[in-house]
């Protein structure tokens, strides 16, 4: 193997310059932001710097970031970022194999405990509908936005892409095939599983019916929320914020309303296909993994059944 000098600065720029032309802009300042934050603030240089990535130093690297008040998730995504530094370190011939190999199985993920794995915030049935009314007789665009997001199992991005076109009012469909990033941009969905049309209710597809006569757009290619004009995303978010609030709720974050809904199928008697289904994940085990402690009893009467 050829020697490579090389400092820990320069790596980690050669490593965000090539994932910078393949991954969506979210992922890369996602990475950028570990590296910056927590690889390179540990990973110090001088004047006579040079790579110093060895058993030591990683073993020294996890102790430090397992001190840090962050959750398990946040460290873990810190540990995956770091072992995607080493591959392509060794990749690229800078380290070699073995030690390769070595340094990222001692980077190996923090493993939660099961309530906190299976843990994350949501509303109830009640809870939604009680954040809704609160945009009664006010704030109509806002309600659509929030019943599509909230029935759709959308993404910020996804919502935020919707025009009229992906709209079938005859089927009470929606097509999913496309997102807005943060800075307006419009780009793909977050995986190919992500695209793919799902059922609205009818009581939905009524009201954005009648939304549509009301404003009149000039072709189906517009946005439907948002006239076409680029809403930063913390706007979107201070609005929920606001009217979370005048109901008097639980605080959740965007996505939540996400998790809201598939809970609310779930304990509608949908089974984990039909979920997996309408949330487009890329399998049913995915839905399974996120969402098990939901299907309490998945397996019961199975053996009766197979009498």
Known sequence: MKKVLITNKELAKEYLDEIKLIYKKGTYLARETVINKYFLTFFKEDSKSKLDLNYENICQFKKYVGNLKLSPSRKNLIFSVTKKIIIFAEEKEILEFEKALKLQKSLKPIRKNKECQNSFTFWTDEEFEDFIKTFEYQDTKWQYYFLITYWGALRIGEVNAL??????????????NKSLDRDGVISTPKTWSSYGTIDLPSFLIEKLKIWKKEINPKSDNEFIFFNNHFLARTTIRRMMIK?????????????ALRHSMASRMINHGCNPLLVAKHLRHASTQQTLDTYSHLFPNVNQGLMDKLV
């Open 163 to 176: 025009n009229w076109a992906d709209l079938n009012f005859k089927n009470h469909s929606l097509t999913i």
């Open 243 to 255: 009217h979370q609030k005048m109901a008097n709720l639980p605080f959740i974050k965007f996505h």
